[in-house]
């Protein structure tokens, strides 16, 4: 079935929704972590129920739920389609300003707001396989946000698409928009129960044909020095300076390998995220990166090694070393159910697209969802270059995500 006929909304939704600051706040431990966030959350609500989805609601965690109603009697699992809304802190996201370049040609895109950045295809070749699409761009001082607002988009789009065409056959639809994704907390106070879903899909990935159902598994580390204060001018043979202890550490880290930027493909890596401290007291938190469960314990049995070579360089100090979980590698659910993807790349074929299996080096809501009960891959938006104020997102890219999700909801009605 093809909707090329269909007027789709996803582009000026997007533009819209960029709009709204929902910037996350890694410093709070409010749920969510900013009020902000919210208002998209609100805008959201009003425009499903102004599409006639009657249950539409917001929590007072930041979540919102909705449901497009089956249209089929049979009997079929119910699927759950799921983007974040709030926008990660590194670049700002406040007074963005979209610009829709039409029909791009190639070349290099300007951002009139910054003169100096510039977008091309050298520095992100995806950008020439888009040459002919509609390219959403921010104006240069912000983030774009398409990460993950073009997937919040792609969801209202099909939400407004299934709603309008009650002959496509479907099962029950759960939408859910979470907060706090960006700062590892995207599903910390989600009702399960509520959602009452089955299988999911995270509409959170790149290019268009990528289906993602592995991730990293991740956790948290934290390494505390202690040292002992004096007085600076009489400190000699009392002082131990935290502070030179978790340099010192920090130097012993490899500058080559095991690290964000000098790894790749399937290699891990153990990144240190936040340091700060005194003479008696100084912290370094890390995240701790691999696809292999299992080596993260090795990460971090050799963080804590390098930890306790720095504490014995310098007498009278002492450390403490604590790891906490973030999430696992969503694969090793969804083996246990393979027609959850199955079923993503017949919905991906039916679209005139070729599944292409990646895996993402890093996590979605979708990592921690799998462990939870629902089983939950990553599907494409377009999004690119996420994180930075060369943040762009194709149109076609979206409208390609709502016809190939239109496919998903029928495979699995016909194979129930």
């Known amino acids: 079935m093809s909707i ?12 819209r929704y960029a709009q709204i600051d929902t910037e996350a706040d890694p410093n709070s431990d409010t749920q969510p972590s900013s009020e902000k966030q919210k208002d998209l959350c609100r805008l959201l609500v009003e425009e499903l129920l102004a599409m006639g ?60 707001d910054d003169s100096s950045l510039v977008l091309n295809a050298e520095e992100y070749p995806y950008l020439a396989q888009r040459t002919g699409d509609d390219i959403i761009t921010a104006s240069g001082k912000t ?25 496509i056959p479907h099962g029950k639809i759960r939408l859910l928009f979470t907060p706090d994704e960006e700062i590892g907390r ?11 879903a089955d299988f999911g899909y995270t509409l959170d990935g790149g290019p268009r044909g990528v289906l993602e159902g592995e991730s990293f598994s991740a956790d948290g580390a934290t390494v505390v020095f202690e040292g002992i204060s004096a007085h600076p001018g009489y400190a000699k043979g009392k002082m131990v300076s935290a502070i030179r202890v978790a340099s010192h550490f920090m130097d012993s880290l490899p500058k080559d390998t095991w690290c964000p930027e000098a790894t790749s493909e399937r290699q891990g890596f153990v990144h240190a995220v936040h340091m700060n401290g005194g003479v008696e007291k100084a912290t370094v938190q890390f995240i701790v990166r691999d696809f292999e469960t299992a080596r993260l314990a090795e990460h971090e049995s050799r963080l804590e ?3 306790r070579a720095a504490v014995e360089k310098f007498p009278g100090a002492r450390y403490e070393f604590t790891v906490k979980e973030q999430y696992r590698n969503m694969r090793e659910v969804l083996d246990q159910n393979p027609f959850v993807m199955a079923h993503a790349e017949e919905a991906y074929r039916r679209a005139g697209l070729t599944p292409v299996q990646e895996s993402i080096r890093g996590g979605t809501d979708g990592s921690r969802l799998s462990f939870m009960g629902l089983p939950c891959p990553n599907i494409f938006t377009g999004e690119m270059a996420i994180h930075s104020r060369k943040e762009f997102v194709s149109v076609q890219d979206m409208e390609k995500a709502v016809e190939t999700l239109v496919h998903l909801v029928q495979v699995w009605e016909e194979k129930s």
């Open 4 to 15: 090329d006929h269909y007027k789709h909304t996803a582009a000026e939704r997007f533009m």
């Open 53 to 112: 989805i009657t249950d539409a609601e917001l929590d007072h965690n930041g979540y919102v739920y909705a449901t497009v109603p089956a249209t089929s009697a049979k009997h079929v699992p119910v699927l759950c389609f799921c983007s974040h809304v709030d926008t990660a802190p590194d670049v700002t996201g406040n007074g963005v300003k979209p610009i829709l370049h039409k029909n791009y040609q190639g070349g290099d895109i300007r951002f009139p």
């Open 143 to 167: 983030l774009l946000g398409a990460d993950d607002k073009a997937g919040v988009a792609i969801i209202m789009d099909l939400a407004n698409y299934l709603v309008t065409h009650p002959e």
């Open 186 to 196: 995207g599903v910390n106070a989600l009702n399960m129960q509520k959602l009452a």
């Open 305 to 307: 090694q390098l930890a």
